[in-house]
């Protein structure tokens, strides 16, 4: 590994102690005689302290003009100041570039201005750098890792259906179609019949978690074309028991959810706490 | 649920209980007075024990003549009994067939003669049946639960990236063209460039299961078009470090799978047990 610690997780017991860190170079603030960087990873952020007098005129420059979103590895000690965020600074001894940022950078990452939606998707790998995206992909992960979990503890068997499909398993919804060599076949819209196909194999419980794809065009940002599918079938269960399996599975993902603070924090959202078993509600 | 236990999951404190089973008939053994029915479901098979003397001739025959593999729901005491399998039997008060099996089947479930591979396609449903193709999707689920907690332990985040894409992203392999409304687009072939931004995106440990598919014509059975991916990304990280992540992702999988010890069995496989590190051969 290139680093020995990550920004995010440096203890009180490696206070003292010379350490390599890895990042992003997130900004620069030179105030004449001492410069500090922040320096980001996956884990967090951390306080470069350079001090002109410790590492003289030539590196102080050179380091405190390396362009911000920069990679970069340094080397130093490590320790405790409460001033700092998170209450740890490192001395670098040594900065390393890896990857050089292009200036000016085509979306800022820490930047308050809201930059349109094209010029973030074509600039993909910086928009993700940005904590309030990142922290989507976090909560989507916990979301999958949750349903995953929980479905395995009520015995589904996790199984993966296929994708090119012959023919249609549902009836009004559109179909991708795309040649299958010299034959025409089309994306699978479900894992529908071959969830029932499972079913009358006798696995009795099945998930997938997986891709689906529907060729209907909308007008609205809120539908997707290709989306993943949590999917669920079982055998000798009625309504209820199904509207059981759904309600234990959202408190599971919600519960997990929480867990993720940083990114519940920096999305601005409250973690919501269910109380089961949820009402039902007849149609009468 | 229509049952109170599954038919391998009855326990001591259970015997001299009425309870409700749902499974499938697997076979029947008339000997004129008595006769046994082997009951199936995924956890395993219990015995039915008919006695004409308690029925009387007209259930007991009903009974008797149900075809095989029909799914049926049992409900009478369960009792121990040293000589049924599993050392357990029930006497059913009642037999309520759910979906009754057409006759002859197109495919034995329990028979030794092996089907026609197409055959065996063409009754899949039937075909899952056997606990040794069971067996593969229990060994399968298996690897992937392994999977997907192993790599989360090891900090990486699970992503899912899209499957229809503009562009290849990969040379030499051939990919499905497909329409994509008024334009033509291609089957992701891996995740690579996507997971290459979610790098650039400073996430810096991704992975993701799910579908890859490659245009290519194959003449032998042991290629697939369309399979499913494990997929890892990591910054950092030298060849070094993504040979301990492969080799200990593997271990992993072959601990989780080595628990399987049925499904093992059902498929005359030994466990692998492996000793880490792997050996490393260099290419000098």
Redesign the interface.
């Known amino acids: ?3 020995t610690r990550k920004c995010g997780e440096i203890e009180e017991s490696d206070f003292g102690s010379e350490q390599t860190l ?1 990042g ?1 170079l997130q900004d620069i603030r030179n105030l004449g005689g001492i410069a500090f960087i922040q320096l ?3 884990t967090g952020i951390i306080q470069l302290t350079l001090l002109k007098k410790k590492l003289g005129d030539e590196k102080f420059k050179d380091w405190t003009s390396i362009n911000r979103e920069s990679i970069i590895l340094v080397r130093g000690i490590v320790k405790e100041n409460k001033e700092a965020p998170g209450g740890v600074e490192m001395l670098p001894d040594n900065i390393e570039i890896l990857n050089e940022a292009e200036t000016p950078l085509p979306l800022g990452v820490i930047d308050k201005i809201d930059s349109e939606i094209e010029t973030r998707l074509n600039a ?6 940005k904590s309030e ?2 922290a989507n ?2 909560i ?2 916990a979301v ?2 949750a349903v ?1 979990k929980h479905l ?1 503890r009520e015995k589904f ?4 259906t ?3 499909i012959a023919s249609a398993t549902e009836g009004g919804t559109s179909l ?6 010299d034959k025409t076949a089309y ?1 699978a819209q479900s894992p529908q019949l071959y969830k029932q ?2 079913m ?6 099945v998930y997938e978690v ?2 689906a ?1 529907r ?1 209907e ?1 909308h007008n609205t940002p809120r539908h997707l ?2 989306f ?1 599918t949590i999917d669920i079938e079982m ?4 309504d209820d ?1 199904v509207m059981g399996v759904m309600e234990r599975l959202v408190d599971c993902a919600a519960r997990v959810v929480a867990k993720e603070t940083e990114a519940l924090e920096t999305l601005g959202i409250e973690p919501i706490e269910l109380e089961l078993p949820l009402p039902r509600i007849t149609y009468d």
């Open positions: 590994m290139f680093y890895c992003w980001r990873d996956i993909r790998y910086l928009d993700l750098r995206i990142a992909f976090q989507r992960a999958s890792g995953h395995r068997l996790e199984v993966q296929p994708k090119i991708f179609e795309m040649k299958y060599f994306l196909i499972l009358s194999g006798g696995l009795e419980r997986g891709p794809f060729a065009e074309n290709e993943i055998s000798f269960a009625d028991v």
